[in-house]
Every structure is written in C-alpha cells, then in structure tokens.
C-alpha cells in the first residue's frame, strides 16, 4: 500500500520568501514522486517527478524538490514566491512497478502575500 | 501542449438521477482514469480503463458506477443514482502508456458535480 501525507492544509509566505511544502510518503516498493499544482478552475498539472536518478529534481516555474529515502520525503521548495505561485499543491507517489494508479496527498493551499 | 477537456464543468443533479460526465482524453493516449475530489479531502482514484475495459478500480467505484468509451473519442463516467456524498470534482486524466517511468497523467480540469 502507498500514502502520501501532507503537513500543513494552509501555507502563506511573504512574495520573495521561500516556499517550503511538506510531503512524506510511504510505500513498500521504491516509490515514483510527484508535485501536481492546481491553479484557481484549472485541472492538475505536473509541476517534478522523482522517478530514478538524481535525487534532487527541478521542475516548471523554478521550484524543485529533494527524494530523501531515509526521510521518506519529498519536500517542494522554491527560493522566492511569486504571487502567481498562489496555488494548490499535490504530493503523490505511485509504485515503481504495477499500474500507474497515483495516490495523491491532500493538498495545501499556498497563499503568496504581497 | 495538448488537453484533456471534460465537460460540463459544472453539473447540478437531484438525489437519485443519473449523470453522465464526459472526457476527451488526448488522442494518441491509451490509457484513462477517473478521479475524484470531494471539498476538503484528498484526490481519490476511482477506476483505470485500458483496451475497452477496467484495469482497476478502488473501492469507492461501486455499482452505482460505470465506465464507458463508447465511440473512440469519449471517455464517460456514469453514476447511476447520484446521492449525496457523490458531490465532488471528477477528474479525467490520460497517458499514453502505464508501466514506464515516463510516462505522465494529463489531467482535464474537472467537473464540479453538485448533488441536492
């Protein structure tokens, strides 16, 4: 089984500061990560994966995340919030092997305040 | 990029009626899903269709659901006798294949379904 869980519903950082959201998994095979963004009325859109290889992925708009298998995490960051980076974020893990049925965390709206 | 599009993007239904949400996966995908969004709660996978037929499906996909290409275009989910806690945003998503590592979901923007 695989799960996903997401610390903090609700983020709000200053324009220009870091975005830091949390995700830790857990799965019983190496997992593949992903950061999906849900902007206002939109669907979701793949912002990085984590498949294999470096650990450190970049993705669009400047964010980028860190696998740390001894962690079991998978934490977003971005150096400077934009205000077009308000948004929802999704952290979702699938396993490596078998169908690509994703499980996705249960999200946390981030606020960028001017 | 190319899109999934779903439509309607808003659907309002009485308890017990049938509703049908339609998808447009990409055409050259293979692969579709459903998911599904109830406000405040997680993104949950609801049914996987490959080849004219279910691959998988996740516990919340009962009876009461159904899944359908019916014309090479279209990917339909039906419910048949909507209640209340089917109230969510569906979710439509495609992929031109499964099992490799490269191969990503294309998401529609979704149906907000309302059931009063």
């Known amino acids: 089984a695989q799960s996903v869980t997401q610390l903090g519903s609700h983020v709000s950082v200053s324009e220009g500061a870091l975005v830091l959201l949390r995700c830790n998994y857990s799965s019983s095979v190496p997992p593949y990560l992903f950061w999906y963004v849900q902007y206002p009325n939109q669907g979701l859109q793949l912002l990085l994966k984590y498949t294999t290889g470096a650990t450190l992925v970049k993705g669009i708009n400047g964010f980028e995340a860190e696998f740390k298998k001894s962690e079991t995490s998978f934490h977003l960051t971005k150096p400077s919030a934009h205000m077009s980076d308000a948004a929802e974020y999704f952290c979702?893990?699938?396993?490596?092997?078998?169908?690509?049925?994703?499980?996705f965390g249960i999200g946390t709206k981030l606020q960028v305040i001017p | 990029e190319p899109e999934v599009t779903q439509t309607p993007s808003h659907q309002v239904t009485q308890m017990g009626q049938e509703v049908i949400l339609r998808c447009v996966p990409i055409s050259n995908h293979l692969y579709f899903y459903w998911y599904r969004q109830i406000l405040g709660q997680k993104v949950e996978f609801l049914v996987s269709?490959?080849?004219?037929?279910?691959?998988?499906k996740s516990e919340i996909f009962d009876d009461q659901f159904s899944v359908e290409r019916p014309d090479g275009s279209n990917f339909t989910l039906k419910i048949r006798s909507t209640k209340l806690e089917d109230s969510a945003m569906y979710f439509c998503?495609?992929?031109?294949?499964?099992?490799?590592?490269?191969?990503?979901?294309?998401f529609g923007s979704g149906t907000q379904l309302s059931v009063l």
């Open positions: 979702a893990v699938r396993n490596s092997g078998g169908y690509q049925k994703v499980t």
């Open positions: 998503a495609s992929s031109e294949a499964q099992r490799t590592s490269n191969e990503k979901l294309f």
């Open positions: 269709f490959y080849n004219n037929e279910i691959s998988e």
